[in-house]
């Protein structure tokens, strides 16, 4: 079964609102990853956040980890048109393989 | 550097046929990861492969095969097509163990008929 389970499965918001993205996993951690994957193509790395900490930041994406929840969100502000995509969190732990969860599907509205 | 390149992109076959897909992974790169993408599965772990051995493998059939070369091209194979394998497959490099982050190909979108 998946380790990470993205929740909502679909969100439909208006251009320039926040998004926020919610994973939760079931086993202890190394790390925890999100993707984004536009339509049928390959997964791109966003952001990578470690057991050890609590919030990360790259450009308009805030990342938050709350190990003794087993959850993480990520939450894009000022969302863009080209923010529309599949978001997926992953989850790895030690030398085991990456395991994603089923996906957040947003779009965002002009 | 040159991102991760999937061969062939786009590939129809019919039941029961064998079909091999293609991944060079970035340069420099000695991990290959390949994965499985569907509508109601979602992304499925197949296997990886570091430094041509296969270090983890998923929950799949023996149909579904891979193997590495030693300037870490990857390929998979696939036997005795189902239709059910009809599905976005997908391959990406990493540095290695220490370094986590997967840099994806496009992906081979594989049609079984």
């Known amino acids: 079964s998946q380790q990470g389970e993205e929740d909502p499965q679909a969100l439909s918001i208006q251009e320039g609102e926040n998004a926020t993205m919610n994973c939760s996993y079931k086993?202890?951690?190394?790390?925890l990853q999100w993707y984004r994957q536009n339509s049928g193509r390959g997964l791109v790395h966003l952001i990578l956040?470690?057991?050890?900490?609590r919030e990360k930041h790259s450009g308009r994406l805030r990342v938050t980890l709350d190990t003794s929840k087993k959850s993480s969100s990520l939450l894009i502000t000022a969302s863009r048109a080209a923010d529309t995509a599949s978001y997926f969190c992953a989850t790895k732990q030690g030398a085991q393989k990456l395991v994603f969860g089923q996906g957040t599907r947003l779009t965002i509205n002009p | 550097k040159a991102g991760v390149t999937q061969t062939p992109r786009y590939l129809i076959k019919t039941r029961g046929q064998q079909v091999t897909l293609s991944c060079s992974p970035i340069?420099?790169?000695?991990?290959v990861s390949w994965y499985q993408q569907t509508p109601g599965q979602g992304l499925q772990f197949l296997f990886e492969y570091f430094s041509e051995t296969q270090r983890n493998k998923g929950n799949f059939p023996g149909r579904f095969s891979g193997r590495q070369f030693s300037n870490s091209r990857s390929e998979m194979n696939v036997s005795t097509l189902e239709l059910g394998d009809s599905a976005l497959y997908l391959c990406a490099s990493s540095l290695g163990q220490a370094a986590y982050e997967q840099y994806f190909g496009p992906g081979t979108r594989l049609t079984v008929t």
């Open positions: 086993t202890s951690i190394n790390n």
């Open positions: 340069s420099g790169h000695r991990s």
């Open positions: 956040i470690r057991s050890n900490e």
